[in-house]
């Protein structure tokens, strides 16, 4: 390609933050050395180098929809720094990707695949425990290879503690953990009817499954009439995403498995749609929303489609005494003087913290609301990566008890949009609707508050910062009416670890819920109920889909509405099921 001018070049290392006023303006150029390889140069207005480096999958990637990372193998450059470049447009961006893709495309033409790590029976030899997956592909009905120039230094790693990330694509990458999520059958039920009921938005398309497990969102753009399906998954999982796509060869032979990161993935074309879940506790725990935005600024065409499309957050005051009592009392073992001959009383005050400190996940009754709901709203379609860094909920709540009541703390939960242009789609984690494997969650204050009734206001905030665990600290800010008239403002806050959760819901209740809603559907039940989203629970369906018409109808028509606030279905009337546009 020709001089690529107008660029802005800044340095990221581990010590400093990227710093734009310190930026260099210039230009890159990809070239050919005296060798044959392929090289990029970027140089600075005056013509000095600042940075010449070989080009491989590795050394350059797309960070956002102007901006590119460069992580140097051998050059004049801090080699444990990375090299920023931001783009005047998008349209420049798109150029140097073009080009980007199609050095990368020669290269594996010339370089035979290595079958590296597979077993004599072609199938990948598994890793210790532990041991995260290597970059690879697998296309269809073929052997998962290892792809030449795969490796670390994307914006994954370099964002996200190694210890957390190796936990993370171990659990994922367990069949039993997979079969937890493919059996909350409100979740799957709701994708199924989602992709299949909107086969216009599927039919004859390229399709990347973000994220992808076991593969069934991949299995379900097929059978929506997708052309063609790429299965990312990082994990040991992807290995029996392909056994599972080759089991079901009528759909399976569409579909390619590339075991990588999304990060590190380079595609020959664009897609047209992505799906993925995404979603975590308080819909952002894990941090791989930020990973489907990535996909949406490398690999989505221009107008295409995200399954899904919007995400909210919502929060409500709640007032639980149990709740409030039983953590209080679990920190009572710490006021014992003589434990074995032991005064353990001086670890009480910091025991009382790191239980109030922990946010409680379960499924709760809806009447423990006590206030108004506010809502956050995120349209994947638009907002930067950036944004989910440090979010913000500004709380204006007004009090909807009938009498005195006790604010325990803050109530949160949250609900996701598909936008078919067929058949759009809530699927919603509301109290009052079917549980879901995400549960609810709430953070719960240390020192409650007391307002007199109904038509009393809290005021305060609900900030998520990101860390870099994949998780967030959670700071809640809530400030009540005097005590009396004249007094100061009842104020409580706490900071919360979104990542230790106390999971006070994992009862044999739910697994016997879902046990119970899996014998209920025989194969030909199964067969038969598309329109209740492939679900056995069918009554769970049923439900999000009333509830998504109620909804529907308060928004008239999901997207556009949604983007402002409603009541997050708190009262069981909004965010579940089909939408009906007004």
């Not at 893709?101 to 033409?109: E, K, M, P, S």
């Amino acid at each position: 390609m020709s001089m690529v001018t107008g660029l802005r070049f800044a340095t990221l290392t581990e010590e400093e933050p990227l710093a734009w006023d310190k930026a260099v303006d210039g230009a890159i150029a990809f070239s050919k050395s005296a060798t044959g390889a392929d090289v990029l140069s970027c140089t600075g207005t005056s013509g000095t180098m600042v940075l010449q480096t070989a080009v491989t999958q590795r050394t350059m990637w797309r960070a956002t929809s102007t901006t590119f990372m460069v992580n140097p193998h051998s050059s004049t450059h801090n080699s444990t720094s990375c090299l920023v470049i931001k783009c005047p447009s998008k349209q420049s961006a798109d150029g140097i990707q073009a080009s980007l893709d199609a050095i990368l495309a020669a290269q594996q033409q010339q370089q035979p695949h290595q079958h590296a790590g597979h077993a004599s029976n072609g199938v990948p030899a598994a890793g210790h425990a532990g041991q995260q997956a290597q970059p690879t592909k697998a296309g269809p009905s073929g052997n998962v290879v290892i792809p030449p120039g795969s490796g670390t230094g994307n914006v994954f790693d370099k964002k996200t503690d190694k210890g957390s990330s190796d936990m993370y694509f171990k659990y994922y990458a367990s069949l039993q953990n997979q079969q937890n999520m493919l059996q909350d059958y409100t979740r799957t039920g709701m994708y199924f009817m989602a992709i299949t009921e909107n086969r216009a938005d599927f039919e004859g398309k390229v399709v990347m499954d973000v994220g992808a497990g076991s593969g069934i969102l991949s299995l379900f753009a097929a059978m929506a009439g997708a052309r063609k399906v790429y299965a990312v998954e990082a994990s040991g999982m992807a290995r029996f995403a392909r056994r599972l796509a080759d089991g079901n060869p009528s759909l399976g032979s569409r579909i390619e498995v590339i075991n990588s990161k999304v990060e590190e993935v380079t595609l020959s074309e664009k897609v047209d749609v992505l799906v993925s879940e995404p979603m975590g506790t308080l819909l952002v725990n894990e941090r791989m929303l930020e990973t489907y935005l990535y996909a949406r600024d490398a690999f989505l065409k221009p107008g295409g489609k995200m399954f899904p499309q919007l995400g909210r957050i919502h929060a409500a005051a709640f007032s639980d005494e149990v709740l409030h009592a039983e953590v209080a009392t679990k920190a009572v073992f710490w006021t014992q003087n003589n434990f074995y001959g032991v005064d353990v009383t001086p670890l009480y005050p910091s025991a009382v913290d790191s239980y109030f400190g922990q946010v409680v996940v379960d499924a709760f009754d809806h009447t423990v609301l006590a206030s108004s709901c506010a809502t956050k709203v995120f349209d994947f379609g638009s907002c930067p990566e950036a944004s989910l860094h440090d979010i913000q909920l500004p709380l204006q709540l007004q009090v909807t008890s009938s009498g005195p009541c006790t604010i325990h703390g803050l109530a949160c939960w949250f609900d996701v949009f598909f936008h078919g242009s067929q058949t759009p789609v809530w699927l919603s984690t509301a109290p009052g609707l079917p549980t879901t494997h995400w549960f609810q969650l709430r953070c719960v204050l240390k020192a409650p508050i007391v307002v007199a009734g109904p038509g009393a206001v809290l005021t305060g905030s609900l900030r998520l910062v990101a860390h870099r665990h994949q998780s967030y600290d959670v700071h809640v800010t809530l400030t009540g009416p005097p005590l009396v008239p004249g007094g100061p403002p009842q104020t409580a806050s706490g900071i919360f670890d979104l990542k230790e959760p106390y999971y006070r819901q994992l009862t044999t209740g739910w697994w016997q819920q879902m046990a119970g809603a899996a014998a209920a559907a025989t194969p030909g039940d199964q067969a038969q109920q598309q329109g209740a989203g492939h679900a056995p629970a069918g009554q769970a369906q049923q439900q999000q889909q009333q509830a998504g018409g109620a909804g529907a109808g308060m928004m008239q028509g999901g997207f556009q509405q949604a983007m402002g606030a409603g009541d997050g279905g708190a009262d069981g009337k909004d965010g579940g099921g089909r939408c009906t546009p007004a």
